[in-house]
């Protein structure tokens, strides 16, 4: 079963730091590029950040110089270190990947969601 697991959602005050984590089910053969998305209440889910497999990334403009996005090929992992929150960045965070699977094709998967509430 392919799984995307995502963890380090959290409640944290205005300026502070969270690091998401998402990391793939053993049984994927290969993973191209991964990415977070973000849904707040009443409004669509947005892109925040993208990495490729060969580490090329790309950034919502109101998330640029603030959060990171990075990915650890090995574990299968990708990570968004997210810094000088603010309250306009409270949604569920969505981790989302294109991976290939026994069907030797890349299929996009997303992960269950996380919580980020940031405080004013």
């Known amino acids: 079963q392919v799984q995307l697991v995502e963890s380090g959602g959290g409640l944290v005050q205005a300026g502070g730091s969270l690091r998401l984590s998402c990391a793939a089910s053993r049984s994927i053969l290969s993973i191209n590029t991964m990415g977070w998305y973000r849904q707040a209440p009443g409004k669509e889910r947005e892109l925040v950040a993208t990495i490729t497999s060969g580490g090329s990334r790309n950034y919502a403009d109101s998330v640029k110089g603030r959060f990171t996005i990075s990915r650890d090929n090995p574990k299968k992992t990708v990570y968004l270190q997210m810094n000088s929150l603010k309250p306009e960045d409270t949604a569920v965070y969505f981790c989302?990947?294109?991976?290939?699977?026994?069907?030797?094709?890349?299929?996009?998967?997303w992960g269950q969601g996380t919580q980020v509430t940031v405080s004013s």
């Open positions: 989302n990947a294109a991976l290939m699977t026994m069907t030797l094709k890349y299929d996009f998967y």
